[in-house]
């Protein structure tokens, strides 16, 4: 062996550098991946960590928005109680009536509405009774019917859309009339079947036979499912003359539109007081109202509905809700939806 020549045998010093920095190159590698992998781990963890206080955030502002909704209902029961005039009535002084507020509050405001809920036929008053005992009630089926007349239904359809709606609610399986018991909606696609309840809200009438979505929409603004089944009770207080048709229903059109338009135009600033001076009308006395209606005439109102949309921090809610405000206490509420008053 002569000198600087290698060991035959072993490996070269150039070789050993090699696999060397072989290894060297793996291991970089390796640690390049791991890197990698964490970091893509770490995003995804801060992903999740800022989606959670996002989630976080917008359930807190919608809590927040819910609460201040729930509190226009006190600031609705404290109006109501301001409307209660020491004789007794409530008029349309103020201008409340259908007339929006905007409240400002910290990260948004609150628009809030007031309406008077009784210049509208109670589609419950179809019936009386008892729960699942309901059964017609012809003079609240005679106003259904004399409704939709005046609102340029013919005298067929009116028929059948009042006995529907009786057949609806009733307790039994016999089909009035014109109306239409389980047996019709069974047979429709899917099928399905009559309520035998009360209308908890108005927009079931698109379920019933007869109520097409032309006609709904044109009867919509009228009518209105009070929570019992009593005659409407009608403040004339408040009626505005796009609610003369109200007014001529319960005439049973012995007042047409025209004439109710003008019955209600000829109130006093301050409304009727008493319904002796309502009835002196010439177009009143002209249409004889029988004794059921002088009964549902009011000086006062007792249904009022809410309407509240609040905006918080980029969350907004909806409230509607019925407020009774009987004689007997304070005003309670009858009804509460998260979502617009249809």
Known sequence: MTAGTPFRGMPSRDAHSIEIGRQRGAALLTVLLLVAVMTVLLVSVLDDIRFGLRRTGNA???????????????????????????????????????????????????????????????????????????VRRETGAGQYRALLRALDFTPEQASTMADALVDWIDGDQVPGPAGAEDAAYAARGPGYRTSGALLAEASELRAIVGHDAAGYARLRP??????????????????????????????????????????IASRPAGGWRGMPEFAAHPAVMAAELPDPVWEQLRLRTRYFSLHTEVDYDGAEVLLSALLD??????VRLAARRWTHDE
């Open 222 to 263: 009228h009518v209105c499912a009070q929570p019992d089944h009593a005659l409407s009770p009608v403040n004339i207080n408040t009626l505005g003359e796009e609610d003369a048709v109200i007014l001529a229903m319960l005439s049973d059109n012995a007042l047409d539109i025209g004439s109710a338009r003008r019955v």
């Open 325 to 330: 405000s009987d004689s007997h206490g304070p």
């Open 60 to 134: 807190q502002a919608l809590a927040q928005a819910q609460w201040y909704a729930l509190g226009s209902e006190e600031l609705a029961r404290a109006r109501i109680h301001q409307l209660e005039r020491g004789d007794g009535r409530t008029t349309l002084e103020g201008g409340w009536n259908g007339r929006p507020f905007v409240f400002p509050i910290d990260g948004g405001a609150m628009r809030v509405r007031l309406d008077d809920a009784t210049t509208c036929f109670n589609l419950n008053s179809v019936v009386e009774g008892a729960p699942g005992q309901w």
